[in-house]
């Protein structure tokens, strides 16, 4: 079994009424990992191992999974919502500069961070999600786009059951151990909290006018897998008219979506060269 290292801590964060449980890994310049749906905190494990010698990293159980607190209503959360939940991070940890790395819906969480919370995040990097606006666009008048992320609609159907199939939802991971965790987080979450990632975002993402969306400061990193089936491969490209900073674009040949897992070398030494100015 893959334990955390002898030095991770656990740390509560409270913002309002929300509890978020972070472990704290290493020490030096601080990066805030972000996971996605369906994955979990320890998911990070290959990244842990990776920049743990030279950062200190802060990796939250997002709201609505286990460990965090799980307020049933959809408008809890809305991505205001959870970029609060980093926002409490940073004022917990009293970062006044950090890193941030997200996957899947917590690489949406990081792009709205990094452009809400800009005069702390030093730099970025978002795993296998384009910017919101671009996704946003191609999401409602691309039937290419719309088709790629039917997952959400049977996600949600899932959910609004009652009940997460946790040995389907974790049968991507292949390392038997990670995918024993995630089955086990999968099962302490709240169905309808991660139903909610998806309605409240959507019902919300026709108000957005991004064309007055703040464009983002800090230096930014896409990686994503040439096979990744839920996003066209343009929308990383446009993602880059919202950056007005440097950009590393970064393509894995023979990766999927869970690139973190599956393409854990490659991923890390991306991110090491990324965050290695402090």
Partial sequence: MHDHPASAQTVVVNNGDVRIQCRVHGSGAP??????IP??????YH???????DHQLIVPSLRGFAHSSQPVEAE??????LVSDV????????LSRTGIVGHDIGGAIAW??????????????????PHPAPYVSAISGDRRQQQASSYIQSFMQMARDGALDSEQLSSWVSDPDLRTGLRAALDGSSPVALANYYIANIQQAGQIDFK?????????????GLADPYFLPHLFDQSGQYIDAD????????????????????????LKYWFSDG
């Avoid at 950009?247 to 991306?270: C, E, K, M, W, Y």
């Fill in 112 to 129: 709205w961070a990094a452009t809400m919370l800009g005069q702390h995040v030093r730099r970025l990097a978002v795993l296998s999600m």
């Fill in 76 to 81: 809890r959360y809305t991505m205001l919502e």
């Fill in 87 to 94: 926002a409490a991070i940073i004022d917990h940890f009293d």
């Fill in 212 to 224: 007055r969306m703040p464009r983002i400061k800090a230096p930014t990193m896409m990686i994503r």
């Fill in 47 to 53: 990244q842990i191992a990776a920049l743990e010698r």
């Fill in 247 to 270: 950009i590393a674009s970064v393509t894995l040949s023979g990766a999927g979506h869970f690139i973190h897992h599956d393409d854990a070398g490659r991923v890390n030494s991306h």
């Fill in 39 to 44: 994955d979990w905190a320890g998911g990070w």
């Fill in 31 to 36: 990066i805030i990992l972000l996971h996605g």
